[in-house]
Each structure stands twice: as C-alpha cells, then as structure tokens.
C-alpha cells in the first residue's frame, strides 16, 4: 500500500471525519466541498460519501500556500 509522509493511504477509501482530519479542516467543510464538486467524492446510497485516499492527496496538493 503506497502512504504519503502525513500518512494518507492513497489507495484507501475514507469518511468525511477522517478526510477532514487528513486536511486539517471540519468535517462540515469537507461535506461543503463535496456538495460544491470540489472535491471528488462517490456516493453509496443516499447518507454515506467515501473519499479516495489519492483525491485527499491531490486536493491537498492543490489547496497548499
């Protein structure tokens, strides 16, 4: 399994809670991104959203100063 130094599991499947606490933010903010298509996300079934370890990655990557 490939794992990134803030020990993000590229090939894992991850919560709002846990994505957020990988990107330092509220889990509100991540379901906020995930409404506004900010940041790729898959639905399974109407309450639950799973984020890939590659696309915390990226969009950390992206979101950096």
Known sequence: ?????NQIKLNSVYS?????????VSRQTVLLWCKANKLRHSRHG????????Q???NYK???KN
């Open 46 to 53: 109407y309450r639950t959203i799973r984020i890939l370890g």
């Open 1 to 5: 399994e490939v794992t990134t130094k």
């Open 16 to 24: 709002p809670s846990e994505a957020a606490h990988l990107l330092g």
């Open 61 to 63: 990557g992206v979101t």
């Open 55 to 57: 696309d915390i990655y």
